[in-house]
């Protein structure tokens, strides 16, 4: 099974990241770009017993900084 | 509108930032996982405007390194 993890800044915490990828992006002539925000993917492979539960204490524990960072889990 | 785009490494390419997480949630006591591989999200606020033809763009100008990597976008 393969299960993605995405990662991402909380709204409100700087993003240096995604504003330098954002004014690149500008400097290469795209147009009507509003905001970037940069974030973290993470692709797991595993068996099928690894539960929902123990990929959110993955998560809490290791992959997301919770305090500034928010995580999606997405099962496929 | 927004978007998000998924950067990942292909296949065949070594992710040691993958597998340094794989080890360290093994470490954790996290059994069952077979591989763990890590990418970027990037996430775009744009105009209604902005063509999907215009973000594959971004992703081969900027975005992905197409040499090694491979790129999704997701328009929401």
């Known amino acids: 099974m393969k299960t993605r993890i995405f990662v991402t800044l909380k709204n409100g915490v700087l993003d240096p990241q995604g504003k330098a990828i954002h004014h690149a ?3 290469l ?3 009507g770009l509003r905001d970037v925000r940069a ?3 993470i692709e797991l492979e595993h068996d ?3 539960t929902r539960a123990e ?3 993955m998560c809490q524990k290791l992959l997301a900084n ?3 960072e928010n995580f999606e889990i997405e099962e496929n």
């Open 39 to 41: 974030g973290r993917l």
């Open 48 to 50: 099928d017993g690894v």
């Open 29 to 31: 002539g795209f147009d």
């Open 66 to 68: 919770t305090v500034i």
């Open 55 to 57: 990929m959110e204490a």
């Open 25 to 27: 992006l500008e400097g």
